[in-house]
């Protein structure tokens, strides 16, 4: 069994940054693939961010250039570094794994195991 916390959230103003983390525990870290995904209120779960086991990465054109992922292997971790933030980036951010591959990465049937989510919030 693998467990997913994620920390980092809060409130924080249009144009400031947020690091997220996803600390993972209960089997070696050593996922294919990792993914940040975001649901705000009254939309659907979607992927902000994913990186894969040879470190190549994904960012949604939504964050790109604003939105970083890495995972630091020794400490079970993966990140989220949100910088320049807007109000449409509020919506609860949850951290999803994936052990083997899967061609629709973008899907959260996708992964196998899931985080409780962190609230953000831009405020304008």
């Known amino acids: 069994q693998v467990q997913l916390v994620e920390s980092g959230g809060g409130l924080v103003q249009a144009g400031g940054s947020l690091r997220l983390s996803c600390a993972a525990s209960?089997?070696?870290?050593?996922?294919?693939?990792m993914g940040w995904f975001r649901q705000a209120p009254g939309k659907e779960r979607e992927l902000v961010s994913a990186?894969?086991?040879?470190?190549?990465?994904y960012v949604a054109d939504s964050v790109k250039g604003r939105f970083t992922i890495s995972r630091d292997n020794a400490k079970n971790t993966v990140y989220l570094q949100m910088n320049a933030v807007k109000p449409e980036d509020t919506a609860v951010y949850y951290c999803?794994?994936?052990?083997?591959?899967?061609?629709?990465?973008?899907?959260?049937?996708?992964?196998?195991?899931w985080g409780q989510g962190t609230q953000v919030t831009v405020s304008s």
């Open positions: 999803a794994v994936a052990e083997s591959y899967r061609v629709r990465y973008y899907r959260t049937s996708s992964y196998d195991y």
């Open positions: 209960g089997r070696t870290f050593n996922f294919y693939a």
């Open positions: 990186i894969w086991s040879g470190s190549s990465t």
